[in-house]
Structures are given as structure tokens and as C-alpha cells.
């Protein structure tokens, strides 16, 4: 799909992306000018259509990586006096708690294993027990390990209890759906360099605007103030501070792109069959997935490290990485793993050399016992 000598990256953003996308960051954009302000409309039209939110939901678009996007939707969507509850099995949670103690907002975790998925039944015993809960924040696909929480019945049990819902689709949005107009959603956070398959640079929220109407004032940042940036952009059409213009520019392609794929059902059945290539493919040497398939995205694999002496996190990268394929370590503490990404603009192929690429390096260096699970280092 995409050609040149430069290696593929698996990992879950940045990704590789088209030449198409790159191409479009060959023209400089004035950010006061009419033809770039009219990109951001389009762009932010197109996003909320993703989710099905015309009737309800506005997008704001706000410069820098996703974790400025989600601490921005917390900051401005949860009150200062108000308590969110975050259902955690992964890194990726673990950063909006982090988050929130930044922030001054009180917050509860509903702990969970990182291979078991927070369930509707969870959530509402837990908003039951804790009444000072106003929001709940949930990463609908947990990077970490790759794993995808179940984001109709989260939210069902949300609106059963009238809590506001923040979630943070970042690997998500764009590959598996997300319907607004089905189950309340406050928000969905995501960013450029993801499923849509841009470059990274920018995040979005997609906000119900009955709610992003009544944030003034919440956020304690002025960068951060999407409230602002929201009325500023219906006022003026620009973005209120430096906008990333390529950036923004190579997004567009990349949704041009993604809608002639046929939107999120054909680039979640894209991103399906590299997994399911890619799964099948492992297993064949030997290694194995972290996650059960059923809550398995078709995001990013998670495998054990092989237990064998010969195995070496660093020198296997290097030796797949001179095979074309950057892969990507694994971010859990009781194991050691490393992590595959199945998103960015590749396919089935791609998925193919990369199990040959690991098969001929871990005969390279000799590891034979690839089925055996490694645990991690203390500490
Ligand atoms: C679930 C999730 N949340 C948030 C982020 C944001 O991370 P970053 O700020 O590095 O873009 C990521 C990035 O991969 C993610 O996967």
C-alpha cells in the first residue's frame, strides 16, 4: 500500500501512513487564510459524522499530542467540584488518573486486571456505592495491551444513573465503532496520528454541546481551555493559537482516504484481518498473545517475551527493525511482553513479512523456546 525504503512501523501511532498523507504536507498554509480555516470546518464536520453526533455533538480540535486532548476534556468537562470514576486495566487509564490528580479533580479507580474488561454491572455498582461520582472517563481500546472495553454497555450504565461519560478512543476512533446517537457519550477523544492514519500533531473532542455550553470557566489552563477554542473557532473560523497547518493539511487527505475506504467499517475489517494474519502468524513460531482473542482489538497485539536466555527485547528490535518492521515494547509490569500494531496503511501483506521477519530473527539469535512466558523483572 505504501512504498518507499523507509521501515514500516507497527506500533499504535505514530504509524505509517500514506503517500498521499505525507504528499499533502508539501504546501505551506496560512493560518488566517480562508482556504486553511475552511480545512479545519471540514475536518471537524467529517469527525463528528464518524460518530454518528450531527444532531448533538460539536468537534474541537486542539494542537499537540492526544494526552493534551483528553486532559483537556477532563479539565473542561468535569466541573471543579465534581468526582470521576475511571475503570482501570491499563496504562492508558492509569494516565487519566494521573491526569486528574493534576487537575485537583477527585476521582475513584474500579481496578481490574490488565486482560479482564470492566463490565455495565461494574460501573453502576460502583456509581451506586459512591454517589459524589459525577463522570466516568474510559479508554474504549486500552493501548497497553490492546485489549477493548465495552463502551455501549458502560455508557448505557451511565445514563442509567445520569453521569456524564468521557472517553478516550484515541486507538479506537475511526476502526471500531462509536455511535453517539445510540448511547450518551459526553465526549470522544481522539487524535490525528491514529485510526484515521494522519500524522500526529493534533487532538479532538468531540463534545455534546448542551454540555461544552455550560464549561466556561472550568478549565485551569488557558491552552487548554476548549471552551475557548470552541467559541473562538465559531467566531473567527481559526484556531485561537498556532495551528498545526501540515498537520492539519495531511489530515484532511487521510480522511479523504478513509472515507473512500468506506469509513469506519471497512477500516476496522482492514485493520481485522492484520491482526487476525498477524495472531495466526505468531502463534505459528511459538509466541503468544497476551489477551484471549474475544477482547482483543484489532489494534495491537501484545505478546510474551519468550523465555528463553537467547531473547533480548533491545537486539530483537534492532535485527526486525533491519528487516523493514519497527515493532514496539510492551508497557505491563508482571510480564514481560512486546506489542505488534495492526493499524496505519498497511495490510495483510505487511502483517505476513513481519512474521517472517521475526521468525528468521529469533532463529538468528537462537531462541528456540518462543512458547515459553517470560515473567517480568521486579520492579
Ligand atoms: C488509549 C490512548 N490514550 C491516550 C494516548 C495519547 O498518547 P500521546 O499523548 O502519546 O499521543 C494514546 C496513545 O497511544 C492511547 O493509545
Redesign the pocket.
Given at each position: 500500500m505504501i512504498r518507499g525504503n523507509d521501515p514500516i512501523l507497527l506500533t499504535?501511532?505514530p504509524l505509517t501512513t500514506s503517500l498521499a498523507t505525507k504528499a499533502a504536507m508539501l504546501r505551506d498554509w496560512g493560518s488566517w487564510d480562508q482556504s486553511f480555516n475552511a480545512i479545519t470546518g471540514s475536518i471537524c464536520r467529517d469527525l463528528v459524522d464518524v460518530v454518528r453526533g450531527e444532531a448533538t455533538h460539536v468537534c474541537v480540535p486542539l494542537q499537540g499530542?492526544?494526552?493534551?486532548s483528553?486532559e483537556a476534556a477532563l479539565a473542561n468537562l468535569v466541573p471543579r467540584d465534581g468526582k470521576v470514576l475511571v475503570p482501570q486495566n491499563g496504562a492508558?487509564c492509569q494516565?487519566i488518573l494521573k491526569i486528574l490528580g493534576y487537575l485537583g479533580r477527585a476521582h475513584a479507580a474500579l481496578d481490574l486486571p490488565e486482560d479482564r474488561h470492566p463490565t455495565g454491572a461494574m460501573v453502576e455498582e460502583a456509581l451506586r456505592a459512591d454517589p459524589a461520582i459525577t463522570h466516568v472517563a474510559q479508554?474504549?481500546?486500552?493501548?497497553g495491551t490492546g485489549i477493548l472495553n465495552p463502551l455501549p454497555e458502560i455508557a448505557a450504565a451511565c445514563a442509567r444513573h445520569g453521569k456524564g461519560l468521557i472517553v478516550?478512543a484515541?486507538?479506537s476512533f475511526g476502526a471500531i465503532d462509536i455511535d453517539v446517537s445510540r448511547y450518551p457519550v459526553d465526549a470522544v477523544v481522539a487524535?490525528s496520528?491514529?485510526c484515521i492514519e494522519g500524522v500526529?500533531g493534533m487532538?479532538f473532542v468531540i463534545a455534546r454541546r448542551a454540555v461544552l455550553e455550560k464549561c466556561q470557566g472550568n478549565s485551569h489552563s488557558l491552552a487548554m481551555d476548549l471552551f475557548d477554542q470552541w467559541t473562538y473557532l465559531q467566531k473567527t473560523t481559526q484556531w485561537r493559537f498556532t495551528p498545526p497547518t501540515h498537520v492539519v493539511a495531511a489530515f484532511r487527505a487521510a480522511l479523504d482516504q478513509f472515507l473512500a475506504e468506506g469509513g469506519t467499517p471497512a477500516r476496522g475489517a482492514r485493520y481485522a484481518r492484520n491482526c487476525a494474519v498477524l495472531v495466526e502468524g505468531m502463534e505459528a513460531l511459538g509466541l503468544k498473545p497476551f489477551l484471549p482473542r474475544a477482547i482483543q482489538a484489532p489494534v495491537i497485539v501484545t505478546f510474551h517475551a519468550p523465555d528463553d536466555p537467547a531473547y533480548v527485547f533491545q537486539a530483537f528490535y534492532d535485527r526486525v527493525k533491519a528487516k523493514g518492521y519497527v515493532l514496539y515494547p510492551g508497557k505491563l509490569t508482571r510480564v514481560e511482553t512486546f506489542r505488534v500494531g495492526c493499524i496505519g496503511a498497511i495490510d495483510e501483506n505487511e502483517m505476513r513479512n513481519v512474521v517472517s521477519a521475526v521468525g528468521e530473527t529469533l532463529a538468528e539469535m537462537g531462541v528456540r523456546r518462543a512458547g515459553r512466558v517470560r515473567e517480568a523483572a521486579a520492579g
Open positions: 499504535p501511532g499530542s492526544g494526552t493534551f483528553v492508558y494516565r479508554v474504549h481500546c486500552e493501548t478516550d484515541m486507538s487524535a496520528g491514529k500526529p487532538g
